[in-house]
């Protein structure tokens, strides 16, 4: 299976995070606060393209980074 996508959109949110000045802690208390449940482990696999995202996990998100789906999603 080709991962090369989850890649992409994993380096998009590690940018975003960054960008933001948010660690994968913080970002992960905010998915949580959103009542998504991503731990910060499952943020840092999320960034590499070890894990892939559900629906509901983007849209949550695209909200905690303050950012647009097009922005998000190479």
């Known amino acids: 299976m080709d991962f090369s996508y ?3 959109v994993g380096q998009q949110v590690r940018l975003l995070r960054e960008k933001m ?8 208390a ?3 606060v ?3 449940d991503v731990t ?4 840092a696999k999320i960034e ?7 629906a509901v996990e983007l ?3 695209r909200d905690a980074l303050e950012t647009t ?3 998000l999603l190479p």
Request: some cysteine; charged content about 30%; glycine content about 8%.
């Open 6 to 8: 989850d890649r992409l």
């Open 21 to 28: 000045g948010l660690t994968q802690e913080q970002l992960s």
């Open 30 to 32: 905010r998915l949580q």
């Open 34 to 36: 959103r009542g998504c």
């Open 40 to 43: 910060r482990s499952a943020v």
């Open 48 to 54: 590499v393209g070890q894990r892939h995202i559900y």
């Open 59 to 61: 849209r949550h998100l």
């Open 69 to 71: 789906y097009e922005e």
